[in-house]
C-alpha cells in the first residue's frame, strides 16, 4: 500500500531556533498534502493544505509566517517551525493524497513530535 | 461546515465482548466518511471508509461499520474485542470535493481488559 514518511520522527529544539519537518510520499505521486497538528490526548487539527507548485492554503488561526510549507516536487512537502517557543511543541502529522485513486485516498504519515525547550 | 461528533471520550469493554465507537456526522451533500485508529504517539492507520454502496463497511483488523442515513450515524463495531485493540479511534468526514482535508472527530479511548 501507499506509504508516507515522515522525517524527524522527534525533534527537540531550544525557543527561538527554526525545525523543518519533511513529508514525502514513498511510492505515489501526491499534487495534494496537509499538515496537522495535534495536542496530547486531543483531535487532529488540520493547519493547512500544501499543493504542489503552489501556496500552501491556511486554515483560520494558522500563522502563515510561521508556520511554513513548501511543496516543490510531488512527493515532498515541507513544514518549517520558525522562531519556535514552548507553545508550538506538539505531534504534527502529514497526509498525501494519491492523484491516481478514484477516491483520492488519503494516507497518513507517522508523525512528528516537536519538543520546543 | 461538515463535521463529525465521537459523543464518548472513552469506551470500556471486556476482551471477547462486542465493541461500538458511536460516531455522527453533519454533512452537506453526499457524506465521505472514515475511521481511524491510532497507537500511542504513532501516526493513524486506516480502518475503513464509506463512500457509496452497501451501509455495512468491512473494514481492516475485524472491524466494520454502519452508516444510516436517518440517524445520520456510522457507528464502528467489532463482534469480539481484543486487548490489542485498545487505542484512540478517530471518525472522520471528507471536507469537500475529492483531494480535501479530513475533519476529524474529537477521539474516543477504547480500553479493552483481559
Known amino acids: 500500500g501507499a506509504v508516507v514518511s515522515q522525517h524527524p520522527s522527534w525533534v527537540i529544539c531550544k525557543s527561538g531556533t527554526s525545525v523543518k519537518i519533511e513529508c514525502r510520499s514513498l511510492?505515489?505521486?501526491?499534487?495534494?498534502m496537509f499538515w496537522y497538528r495535534q495536542f496530547p490526548k486531543q483531535s487532529l487539527m488540520l493547519m493547512a493544505t500544501?499543493?504542489?507548485?503552489?501556496?500552501?492554503?491556511?486554515e483560520q488561526g494558522v500563522e502563515k509566517d510561521k508556520f511554513l510549507i513548501n511543496h516543490a516536487s510531488l512527493t515532498l512537502s515541507t513544514l518549517t517551525v520558525t522562531s519556535a517557543h514552548p507553545e508550538d511543541s506538539s505531534f504534527y502529522i502529514c497526509?498525501?493524497?494519491?492523484?491516481?485513486?478514484?477516491?483520492?485516498?488519503?494516507?497518513f504519515g507517522p508523525g512528528t513530535r516537536l519538543t520546543v525547550t | 461546515a461538515q463535521s463529525v461528533a465521537q459523543p464518548e471520550d472513552q469506551v470500556n469493554v471486556a476482551e471477547g465482548n462486542p465493541l461500538t465507537v458511536k460516531c455522527t456526522y453533519s454533512?452537506?451533500?453526499?457524506?465521505?466518511l472514515f475511521w481511524y485508529v491510532q497507537y500511542p504517539n504513532r501516526g493513524l492507520q486506516f480502518l475503513l471508509k464509506?463512500?457509496?454502496?452497501?451501509?455495512l463497511v468491512k473494514g481492516s483488523y475485524g472491524f466494520e461499520a454502519e452508516f444510516n442515513k436517518s440517524q445520520t450515524s456510522f457507528h464502528l463495531k467489532k463482534p469480539s474485542a481484543l486487548v490489542s485493540d485498545s487505542a484512540l479511534y478517530f471518525c472522520?468526514?471528507?471536507?469537500?470535493?475529492?483531494?480535501?482535508?479530513?475533519?476529524f472527530g474529537k477521539g474516543t479511548t477504547l480500553s479493552v481488559s483481559s
Open positions: 497526509s498525501a493524497n494519491d492523484r491516481t485513486s478514484d477516491t483520492y485516498e488519503q494516507y
Open positions: 511510492d505515489f505521486q501526491a499534487t495534494t
Open positions: 500544501s499543493n504542489e507548485g503552489s501556496k500552501a492554503t491556511y
Open positions: 454533512v452537506s451533500g453526499n457524506p465521505y
Open positions: 464509506y463512500i457509496t454502496g452497501d451501509n
Open positions: 472522520a468526514v471528507r471536507r469537500g470535493q475529492a483531494g480535501t482535508a479530513l475533519i
